[in-house]
């Protein structure tokens, strides 16, 4: 049997550096340069290199500068000096990162940063107000829902965004909508309490 043969097939470093070397102009661009901003169709291209952007944080337009890899998990915390979210397993697996996007639950560590562009962007450190807690944070005080707290602003947040979509229909939604979250600590059993608690208080306000 003949194996079919495709356009990709003939090209080869050979004939990339051919194509290049007719080029009229070549142009080196300088380790640091400004980000290259162009586009292609509709897609915006944005890099190689730091790309300028705002950020609503928690109310609040932040100016950032950074790599269009970059995560939103690693802007707050390396870059706005908002560590509340913890890096835990990087791969969306323990929910330790979780901020919310609009209201909405996110990963920190698999949501790029850019990709937060025009949304607001709430973190844990965004839900007291005036030294007053949350009714979520609040709740995981009062129901000792926590041990060695390193995965408490992740739930935390979590609960906020259920609370914030309107009352929950029973125990079994309030279970699902937790499952994105981990507890190495295993202090499920309180975490639920509390999660409990903040759902019973009422819808959640920003």
């Known amino acids: 049997m003949t194996e079919k043969r495709t356009d990709l097939d003939s090209f080869s470093r050979r004939t990339f550096l051919k194509a290049i070397g007719g080029s009229a102009v070549v142009t080196a661009l300088p380790a640091a ?9 509709d897609a915006e291209i944005l890099g190689p290199g730091k790309v ?18 970059t995560t939103l998990l690693d802007a707050l915390r390396d870059h706005l000096d908002l560590t509340g979210a913890k890096k835990v397993c990087s791969m969306g697996e323990c929910g330790g990162c979780t901020v919310l ?36 944070q609040q709740a995981f005080v ?32 309030l279970r699902t909508g937790l499952t994105g979250n981990l507890c190495r600590c295993a202090a499920y059993p309180k975490i639920l309490e509390a999660a409990r608690a903040a759902a019973s208080s009422g819808r959640g306000g920003k």
């Not at 300028?52 to 890899?69: I, Q, Y």
């Not at 940063?113 to 979520?136: H, I, P, Q």
């Not at 000792?144 to 979509?165: H, K, N, P």
């Open 101 to 136: 996007i609009d209201d909405v639950p996110h990963y920190g560590c698999l949501t790029l940063a850019l990709d937060a562009r025009g949304k607001s962007v709430t973190t844990v450190e965004g839900l007291e107000k005036e030294g007053k807690l949350s009714a979520v």
């Open 142 to 173: 009062e129901k000792d829902a926590m041990q060695c707290g390193f995965c408490t602003s992740g739930w935390i947040m979590t609960v906020e965004g259920l609370r914030r979509r309107g009352p929950l229909p029973d125990e079994a939604a």
């Open 52 to 69: 300028k952007f705002d950020l609503t944080v928690n109310g609040t337009r932040r100016s950032l500068e950074v790599e269009p890899r």
């Open 33 to 41: 340069a400004a980000a290259e901003r162009r586009s292609v169709g």
